[in-house]
T-cell receptor, first 113, second 118 residues
Framework: DAGVTQSPTHLIKTRGQQVTLRCSPK?????VSWYQQALGQGPQFIFQ???????QRGNFPDRFSGHQFPNYSSELNVNALLLGDSALYLC???FGTGAGELFFGEGSRLTVL | AQKITQTQPGMFVQEKEAVTLDCTYD???????LFWYKQPSSGEMIFLIY??????QNATEGRYSLNFQKARKSANLVISASQLGDSAMYFC???????????????FGTGTRLTIIP
């Protein structure tokens, strides 16, 4: 049973560019949440997708957007990249929108130069 | 607003000794839950243990136990008989409702880097 898979694992972008990160949830899960983990910090909630809609959003600008597909997989898009967007982006999946049983992927490490 | 505080940036512990990682929290919610996660260098957050705010017994999972003191708002993780493989970042996190429709998120602390010395 595959867990949460994320791609790419590492990527380097320059300021102003756009990036798309992908997440496949654990089998049987229908909800995907995205978290940003800056170096030396704990993860911060970006947003949650359920039934192909953004359900809740943390304190992140509109440059951060997402999508959920009918197969429950999800994408995180970041436009107009800033140096401060450099971080590990973690995807977490669950069955339903509660946080009681979140399964995390290994993350996508984004470096913005 | 919810807040998790972990005051130990790093800890060094001799192999086979027990270690306590500190976590205090702040919330005005009556119902909440507290987690501990382990994050190895691979990046994945690995669930260790969970304590609900209404659970009367302290949670235990193998070598992990959670020392829950509700009045003090603390939820310390105790690892008994530490092993070299326990070296990693450890995060305390709190689950809480963010909508009236059952949406929840986790709020994390800044973590503690645990190093086990042979």
């Amino acid at each position: 049973d595959a867990g949460v898979t994320q791609s790419p694992t590492h990527l380097i972008k320059t300021r102003g560019q756009q990036v798309t990160l992908r997440c496949s949830p654990k089998s049987g899960h229908d909800t995907v949440s995205w978290y940003q983990q800056a170096l030396g910090q704990g993860p911060q909630f970006i947003f949650q997708y359920y039934e192909e809609e953004e359900r809740q959003r943390g304190n992140f600008p509109d440059r951060f957007s997402g999508h959920q597909f009918p197969n429950y997989s999800s994408e995180l898009n970041v436009n107009a990249l800033l140096l401060g967007d450099s971080a590990l982006y973690l995807c977490a999946s669950s069955f339903g929108t509660g946080a009681g049983e979140l399964f995390f992927g290994e993350g996508s490490r984004l470096t913005v130069l | 607003a919810q807040k998790i505080t972990q005051t130990q940036p790093g800890m060094f512990v001799q192999e086979k000794e027990a270690v306590t990682l500190d976590c205090t929290y702040d919330t005005s919610d009556q119902s909440y839950g507290l987690f501990w996660y382990k994050q190895p260098s691979s990046g994945e957050m690995i669930f260790l243990i969970y304590q609900g705010s209404y659970d009367e017994q302290n949670a235990t999972e193998g070598r992990y136990s959670l020392n829950f003191q509700k009045a003090r708002k603390s939820a310390n993780l105790v690892i008994s008989a530490s092993q070299l493989g326990d070296s990693a970042m450890y995060f305390c996190a709190m689950r809480h409702l963010i909508s009236n429709f059952g949406n929840e998120k986790l709020t994390f602390g800044t973590g503690t880097r645990l190093t086990i010395i042979p």
